[in-house]
């Protein structure tokens, strides 16, 4: 009996052991707000995307921009990839750079915002609508200094396009005020209302998320020659201020010069001629943003961007 209080005594003072710096250490993490449960960030094959982090008591450092081939480990950081069916892999990271976030409520809290630009690889397995197979599920796992700090979901699909911008670290460029969309001339420059484009004029457009080429490229490395892509259509929307939309099919048409773009890491670019406009539409100036958005749609994902036309 003696030795039956002393076991169940003992297992007690371990419970609590054990228990109590757990209940101590625990932390409330938020992963969103608003009305609806936080859903898995679509991500296709190849995608260059900034994953936003929080380490606790991590200083502001100096950015670091790596060079293709890109490393697994920038910064402090490595983000390893997991999905169903597929070993896990660490993947390419391209940039890191701090910020500090912090609340004027008294008394002042600041944050350090850790912002990782990243390659997702070419490995990823897309779950593609409408077709009988398991899903695929998808995870990052963001490492800090060889210790996880948190996860990201995803949710493979097959393109998930977005246009650049000048604020993009994909872009390559110094970021600017305004964050102008990389939509430019033959000589490079922007499209802007004060360097309008011309109808019939070609203009490219840069993207990422658009999906596995046709030909075969190494995640992290340099496009060698301009890889093609395929099933991509172009819609234009001739009115002011007009936000990205799907073109229908009947307004809708294939895009024949989409490529990965040679020397790049990810960044696709499509050539277009600028459609001639109405008279009636009107011209950028003061609330007159666009008066032409371009929209590209593939299969499961669109994107468009309001340029201005003279």
Do not use: W
């Amino acid at each position: 009996m003696r030795v039956k209080s002393y076991v169940s005594a003992k297992a007690t003072v371990l419970s609590a052991l054990v228990l109590f710096p757990l209940l101590v250490q625990a932390q409330t993490t938020v992963i969103g707000a608003g009305y609806t449960t936080p859903q898995p960030i679509d991500a296709s094959p190849g995608q260059v995307i900034t994953i936003f982090a929080r380490v606790a008591g991590k200083a502001v450092a100096d950015p670091v921009m790596a060079s293709a081939p890109l490393p697994t480990s920038l910064g402090g950081f490595s983000i390893l990839l997991r999905q169903s069916f597929l070993d896990p892999m660490l993947i390419p990271v391209l940039s890191v750079s701090d910020t500090q976030s912090c609340s004027q409520v008294v008394p002042m809290q600041c944050e350090t915002v850790s912002q990782i630009t990243v390659e997702i690889p070419y490995e990823l397995m897309p779950n593609i609508p409408h077709v009988g197979l398991p899903q695929n599920f998808a995870r990052l796992e963001i490492q800090y200094n060889d210790s996880q700090t948190s996860s990201l979901f995803l949710n493979p699909v097959p393109d998930s396009i977005h246009v650049l911008n000048s604020c993009d670290a994909a872009a390559g460029t110094s970021p600017t005020d305004d964050c102008r969309p990389m939509v430019t001339h033959a000589d490079g420059s922007f499209v802007t209302a004060d360097h309008p484009a011309h109808g019939g004029e070609t203009l490219t457009m840069a993207l990422v998320g658009m999906g596995l080429p046709l030909a075969i490229v190494t995640t992290g490395a340099i496009t060698p020659v301009a890889a093609p892509l395929d099933g991509v259509s172009i819609s234009y929307d001739a009115r002011v201020n007009a936000s990205p939309s799907r073109g229908a099919p009947a307004s809708s048409s294939p895009v024949s010069t989409v490529q990965l773009r040679q020397g790049s890491v990810g960044i696709y670019e499509i050539a277009f001629a600028v459609p001639a406009l109405a008279a009636d539409v009107g011209t950028c100036s003061g609330a007159v943003r666009s008066n032409l958005t371009v929209n590209v749609s593939r299969i499961t994902s669109f994107a468009g961007v309001g340029i201005c036309v003279e």
